[in-house]
């Protein structure tokens, strides 16, 4: 199967080991007794029920994380991601000096990288991370416009009393302000008109300060071009590096700073509305995409000026870009999603059945789709639990023999005969015939949340665990991560994904509250972070707003939004196996299994 190069998703195995002894297992309102005493009994949940629908265009507004280009997944389609922000000073109120003349403007903006190697020369070798359809030869437009358009802080349709929000599908209200094209100064093509995503590290050269390259020992160059002749004076990681155009930031900036525009950053927001990139294909679906943080950005205008009458002096105006919730860099954005699906994805979301289910469940993040799982399908009108633990319209079974009312019989039995739960595991596996496609790049995460109340299981708090060297593996006992599954011979055939999810199945059977006597329902996504569990709105306006009984679902998570990757999992009717290397027949369908500790 093809994996994906990135390493900072590398694949990790999850494996939940299932504990037949009292040292660790978790307790329902009991004390722990001497494991002398206690059995371990699996019970697989067989009513399970899952189905998937398409999100259409959702919040895009201050992520932390913006996605830019062009990425042509060979199941799920096309996508193109375009990006808007605002720009701020990084100081309010610069001095700017009497008859400034500029130099240059450039944009420097990271991608996520891992410094692998360094050669004998003192080249560094880096890995790219978060990079989809990475390839060199994969060129395409880099426009960058100035943005006319002012993004709001507060929404005026509520008299400015709650945050503004901007969607997915929304550069239409950007598009009619645009304003001057930025790109630039230098003739190297790789830069918009041919621009692609490259892992090499960038420099910056040493010159005379009137931007002619020296040689080591301080003389201009003859020949200016001459690469192998500049002197290295700062290098930098991998990234998007952009000469801006000196006129546009010469009239627009250094020589309106008297006017008292660069006064405060409320006053400058407004009068410079910040920059727009836009990607264009030059072969269809021919292209890379890289996930930003454009907080990181450098943004610097370097020009000459001198301060009462004084010589010309060498100074840089810094600016600065993209939010952030944890900084002062405040500068709204919104990044513009344009998915085309493949044909086979748009059937595939359009069969989905909510009441019957389905045997292959389909999550994209961006503006894709997210699956629903109802984790127990209640007849409530059959039976009826009392306060004594006793069940009403059926006889109890002695052993787990689930059939459509599993809640209640599980209730039941914790009640009559003291079983406390153990674990309980949450497994998706990938369906390979589709995910085994070449150039298939897997999510290496994904999550799922508690759907009826648009938040986070208790499972997902309740675990602490951390990883030093890769904070996008946290959480590891929650789970999510990508993990191989291999045959009788050891061979790898596919992934899968697993949940522990303890905690939140012991609240859900302990519940007395009979006006929370029902189901709750668990969403599935992919997720760019674990460490994000906030909400991002769908958008009101969609022509096909989700609805599940009745129920409009007015959120998903905000960490789906930042990732462009899908796959396709195993509903719980699925009637696909596999031999695992013990020899055993393993049902790939979704499975919940719990495992509860029975007094003898």
Not at 334 to 349: P, R, W
């Amino acid at each position: 199967m093809k994996k994906s190069f990135i390493k900072i998703f590398a694949l990790i195995t999850i494996t939940f080991a299932v504990v037949a002894c009292d040292k660790d297992f978790n307790t329902l309102g009991s004390d722990l007794v001497d494991d002398s005493h206690f059995n371990l009994e699996e019970v697989e949940v067989e009513n399970l029920k899952s189905y998937s629908i398409a999100t259409q265009s959702v919040q895009s507004n201050n992520l932390p994380i913006n996605a830019l280009g062009i990425y042509k997944d060979p199941y799920f389609g096309t996508s193109k991601a375009h990006f808007v922000s605002q720009v701020e000073l990084s100081n309010s109120n610069p001095t700017i000096g009497d008859t400034p003349v500029i130099d240059s403007v450039y944009l420097y903006v990271p991608y996520f990288s891992t410094l692998e190697s360094t050669t004998d020369s003192g080249e560094r070798i880096y890995e790219l991370d978060s990079v989809y359809g990475y390839d060199e030869n994969a060129k395409f437009k880099l426009h960058v416009y100035e943005n006319g358009y002012f993004i709001r802080d507060f929404d005026p349709s509520t008299n400015f009393q709650s945050s503004q929000k901007y969607y997915t599908n929304g550069k239409s209200i950007i598009d009619p302000f645009k304003g001057t094209e930025l790109l630039n100064n230098s003739p190297n093509l790789a830069q918009n008109d041919e621009f692609f995503i490259s892992n090499k590290e960038l420099y910056i050269y040493k010159t005379n300060g009137s931007g002619l390259y020296v040689d080591s020992a301080g003389d201009v160059l003859a020949n200016q071009s001459d690469v192998s002749l500049r002197v290295i004076k700062e290098r930098k990681t991998p990234g998007i590096w952009l000469d801006l155009k000196n006129s546009f930031f010469q009239q627009k900036i250094l020589d309106a700073a008297a006017s008292g525009v660069l006064y405060n950053n409320n006053i400058f927001k407004d009068y410079f509305r910040g920059l727009l990139f836009e990607v264009q294909e030059i072969t269809p679906g021919q292209g890379s995409m890289a996930m930003l943080d454009f907080s990181t950005a450098e943004f610097k205008i370097i020009f000459k000026s001198s301060i009462g009458g004084g010589d010309m002096l060498r100074r840089t105006l810094s600016l600065q870009m993209g939010y952030s919730s944890t900084s002062s860099k405040k500068s709204n954005s919104i990044n513009f999603l344009e998915h085309t699906k493949s044909l086979d994805y748009n059937a595939a979301l359009n069969a989905s059945n909510q009441l019957t289910g389905d045997d292959k469940l389909f999550i994209k993040g961006g503006d894709g789709s997210l699956a629903f799982i109802d984790v127990f399908d209640l007849d409530e009108d059959n039976l009826t639990l009392t306060d004594d633990g006793e069940l009403i319209g059926s006889d109890l079974l002695p052993e787990p023999n689930l059939v459509p009312d599993d809640l209640d019989r599980l209730r039941s039995n914790m009640k009559l005969n003291k079983w406390l739960v153990n674990e309980a595991n949450l497994v998706f596996y990938t369906e390979n015939s589709i995910m085994s496609a070449t150039d298939i790049v897997e999510p290496q995460r994904i999550y799922i949340f508690d759907a009826t109340n648009d938040k986070p299981i208790i499972d997902y708090y309740s675990d602490p665990s951390t990883n030093n060297s890769d904070i996008k593996k946290n959480k590891t006992s929650f789970g999510g991560l990508i993990a191989e599954v291999k045959d009788e011979n050891g061979d790898v055939i596919g992934t899968k994904y697993s949940f522990r999810i303890t905690e939140y199945i012991k609240r859900l059977l302990i519940n007395e509250d009979t006006s929370n006597n029902t189901n709750l329902r668990i969403g599935v996504s992919v997720t760019e972070s674990i460490n994000i569990n906030t909400n991002a709105y769908i958008n009101p306006d969609n022509t096909q707003p989700i609805v599940i009984n009745g129920d409009i679902v007015e959120f998903l998570p905000v960490a789906s939004v930042m990732n462009p990757l899908g796959t396709v999992l195993h509903g719980p009717s699925s009637t696909a196996t596999y031999v695992d290397e013990k020899g055993n027949v393993v049902p790939m369908k979704l499975r919940l299994r719990i495992y509860f500790t029975k007094p003898n």
